[in-house]
């Protein structure tokens, strides 16, 4: 499968990348940054993923730990509306995405 996994460098990727990779999967990381692209790792704006050049036009999974931390829980669904257009124009059979949970203020006391 090819995989793309956004938030690549985040603490709760740590090692994806290199499990698929072992288990013969192609996987290309994403962070964020000035677009540009160095051997697997593309860097970009996240919200502007599909117009990354160097992401590839077909991708079989998606694996999503972007976060918009510090950010409204409208700004994090903006962005997950933005995931899903993407997923959607490449055919991504398999979106896995990890709850944006903490785009909640720390002191809510019920989610």
Known sequence: MQILILGANSFAANGAAE???AAGHKVIRFTRGKTSVSGDLVQGPVNQLAGNPHLPEKLD???NYV???DRSPENNVAFLRTL????LGRSVKHLIHFSSISSYV???KLV
């Open 19 to 21: 499990r698929l990779s």
């Open 61 to 63: 999974a998606v694996i």
């Open 84 to 87: 899903v257009a993407f997923c």
């Open 106 to 108: 720390a002191n809510e």
């Open 67 to 69: 976060i918009l931390k």
